[in-house]
């Protein structure tokens, strides 16, 4: 067998023309335009690629676009303050702030600061508790893309054995959640999981979301199962060259899936994807605009 490959570039330009459709009714219907608030502190160069990415993308929908780069070594207090004007500040109906915050700051602390109607990221207390109670809440855009992807490949995950691989709050928890709210049946598999080869082989549904480079290998993939690979790993290889990876082995395991997403090319676009809905989200909330949010539908 050869799997599917699930296009998550492709998937995620849809999705880009449906937020980029909603947006253009908000502004006509509504004459509101949606604004997302990104915050750098520092300048480590992998959140400055994702936030440059993350800007031009909310222009390219016709959102409103604000970025506020601080200097690495920016006090708490100084940083709470600015959130606390873009909470107040009615033209931003998105806030994120780029994680990993520099060690002086205290992340939980500075995220519970985002007002959790603008908390575009899913992360603030309110909303992960929302979440895990079923009820509407800011979703986290990694496992949020993750989700529609699986949506779309099977229409229904109702009684699937889904089995996530990591428990972090970023992705493994939230995803586990979000397949549990789908009638899924949910494992989470971590570090300390006994005979995790088993437990990854009952599953329909993987998603693979560790950081570990390749770790999951084909043989541990029941046939016809989808595989959703999270991770992107940069691994070296021959004449000082390097490439991009999953956690997941994609050759043996494409050899047994029904399903796979790519790295790169798979969950990775979606995650920008799903900040600009999210974003959107979050406008026709705060504008008590309801009735419009089904817009990925
Ligand atoms: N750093 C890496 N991924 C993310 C994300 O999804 N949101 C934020 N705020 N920071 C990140």
């Not at 067998?1 to 980029?20: E, L, N, P, W």
């Not at 109607?117 to 986290?140: R, W, Y």
Request: one cysteine or more; proline letters at 5%.
């Amino acid at each position: 067998m050869s799997a599917q490959i699930i296009d998550g570039k492709a998937f995620a330009a849809t999705v880009r023309q449906k937020v980029a459709a909603k947006v253009s009714e908000l502004k006509t219907a509504h004459g509101i335009t949606p604004g997302l608030a990104v915050v750098l502190v520092g300048t480590d160069p992998a959140s400055q690629v994702y936030v440059r990415s993350k800007g031009k993308q909310t222009v390219q929908v016709g959102m409103n676009s604000f970025e506020h780069k601080l200097d690495a070594d920016t006090s708490e207090d100084v940083l709470l303050d600015l959130i606390d004007s873009l909470n107040a500040d009615p033209a931003v109906h998105g806030i994120l702030v780029q994680l990993p915050l520099p060690g002086h700051l205290d992340e939980t602390l500075v995220i519970n600061r985002i007002a959790p109607e603008k908390d575009v990221d899913g992360f603030h207390i309110a909303n992960v508790g929302l979440l895990g109670t079923g009820q509407k809440s800011m979703v986290p855009c990694t496992p949020l893309g993750c989700l529609l992807m699986l949506r779309d490949y099977h229409g229904s995950l109702s009684g699937k054995n889904a089995v996530v691989i990591g428990r972090s709050n970023i992705v493994g928890k939230p995803m586990a959640q979000l397949l549990l709210n789908d009638s899924c049946t949910v494992t989470i598999a971590h570090s300390r999981t006994a005979d995790l080869p088993d437990v990854v082989r009952r599953a329909d549904i993987v998603v693979a979301a560790v950081g570990r480079p390749e770790m999951v290998p084909g043989d541990w993939i029941k046939p016809g199962a989808t595989v959703i690979d999270v991770g992107i790993n940069r691994i070296d290889i021959e004449d000082g060259k390097t490439k991009l990876v999953g956690d997941v082995a994609y050759e043996s395991c494409a050899a047994v899936a029904g399903a796979i997403t790519p790295v790169p090319g798979g969950v990775g676009p979606m995650t920008i994807a799903c900040l600009l809905a999210n974003t959107v989200t979050a406008c026709c909330r705060i504008n008590n605009l309801t009735d419009g949010e089904d817009f990925l539908s």
